[in-house]
């Protein structure tokens, strides 16, 4: 904030010192139009145009990037009622660990069946 407030003063001393130092009219033409003014007055216009053009190209990636944010922020929330649930989501991950479980539980009772019953028959 101090930047900014520092930028603005030392912007407006040197627009003040540019207006004493060139009280000159100019004529500035554009296209068909012809405008008659002092110099500085020409200069706070085309200052302003290029700010605004800079503006202009600059909101459309601020905008998707606030959206993008705010999209981040639900899925966290989301993410974290989920947690406080103590509901798991489905993930790939899991589900494949959940498959290799059952299979290795699976293949560990097929061999202590086998041992078993080999006990059993001398």
């Given at each position: 904030?101090?930047l900014?407030?520092?930028?603005?003063?030392?912007?407006?001393?040197?627009?003040?010192?540019?207006?004493?130092?060139?009280?000159?009219?100019?004529d500035?033409?554009?296209?068909?139009?012809?405008?008659?003014?002092?110099?500085?007055?020409?200069?706070?216009v085309?200052?302003?145009a290029?700010?605004?053009?800079?503006?202009a190209l600059?909101?459309?990636?601020?905008?998707?990037?606030?959206?993008?944010a705010?999209?981040?922020?639900?899925?966290?929330?989301?993410?974290?009622?989920?947690?406080?649930?103590?509901?798991?989501?489905?993930?790939?991950?899991?589900?494949?660990t959940?498959?290799?479980?059952?299979?290795?539980?699976?293949?560990?009772?097929?061999?202590?069946?086998?041992?078993?019953?080999?006990?059993?028959?001398?």
């Open positions: 904030m101090r900014f407030l520092l930028i603005i003063i030392i912007s407006a001393v040197v627009f003040g010192i540019i207006t004493f130092q060139n009280p000159n009219v100019v500035v033409t554009f296209i068909k139009w012809t405008f008659n003014g002092h110099l500085t007055i020409a200069l706070l085309s200052f302003a290029g700010l605004l053009a800079g503006i600059v909101v459309p990636s601020v905008w998707k990037k606030a959206k993008q705010r999209q981040l922020k639900k899925r966290v929330q989301e993410l974290e009622q989920g947690m406080e649930d103590e509901t798991p989501l489905p993930d790939e991950h899991d589900e494949q959940a498959l290799e479980d059952e299979t290795e539980h699976g293949e560990k009772e097929t061999a202590e069946e086998k041992e078993s019953e080999e006990g059993r028959n001398p």
